[in-house]
């Protein structure tokens, strides 16, 4: 996952917002406000925002970009995977 910023100075939200629908963009962290416009266009394009304050402690705020992957396998009873 490649980091991509954007700064408020830079564009605007209306802009931000626009480019919700490239491939590129997966979990957006804000830091400070979040616009109902761009919370809006993030929710029709599937993206989770995560707008809540940054902590300091790693383990909880890599949580919001945290992939969990279950891993199963079926075996016959006497041990043999199918």
């Known amino acids: 996952m490649q980091l991509i910023e954007s700064h ?3 564009e605007t939200s209306a802009q931000f917002a626009a480019r919700l629908d490239s491939p590129d ?3 957006i962290r804000v830091v400070g406000t979040c616009s109902q416009e761009l919370r809006a266009a993030a929710n029709e394009a599937g993206i989770h925002i995560a707008d809540d304050p ?6 909880i705020e890599l949580l919001h ?8 396998r ?7 995977v199918l």
Request: glycine share 8%.
């Open 8 to 10: 408020s100075a830079d």
């Open 25 to 27: 963009v997966q979990p």
């Open 54 to 59: 940054v902590s300091a402690e790693g383990r």
């Open 65 to 72: 970009y945290l992939r969990e992957q279950a891993i199963s």
């Open 74 to 80: 079926t075996t016959h009873r006497c041990g043999n």
